[in-house]
């Protein structure tokens, strides 16, 4: 698999997103932004949006399809770490959860 060039210079931390394609229905509120990488259409949730806004931080989204490369640009002895769900993250996810078993 060739390995697409970063667009940015930020290595540090990026957001793991759904292609638009393959998540026919996202969380209420999601913005439709690129990968990083591959420029596909993603998903990015109110929270994501919130907790890059408040962290300062850039963290570009990338799509699932390309987290291998993401991964693969990194040394060997650089640990990779998946940060668990935040508080408003889990609080996203139950509401959302609660307003689709409410319209069935």
């Known amino acids: 698999m060739e390995i697409p060039q970063r667009r940015n210079t930020m290595d ?3 957001l793991l997103c759904f292609r638009v394609e393959d ?11 690129r990968c990083d990488l591959c420029g596909a259409s993603v998903w990015v949730a109110p929270s ?6 408040e962290s300062g931080l850039e963290l570009p989204p990338v799509c699932h399809h390309c987290t291998p490369a993401v991964i693969a640009e990194l040394p060997p002895d650089e640990k990779v770490e998946i940060q668990k769900l935040t508080a408003d993250q889990i609080e996203e996810l139950a509401a959302e959860v609660k307003r689709r078993r409410g319209s069935e």
């Open 12 to 14: 540090e931390a990026v």
């Open 23 to 33: 998540l026919a229905h996202p969380i209420t509120g999601a913005a439709v932004e």
């Open 48 to 53: 994501s949006r919130r907790m890059r806004k």
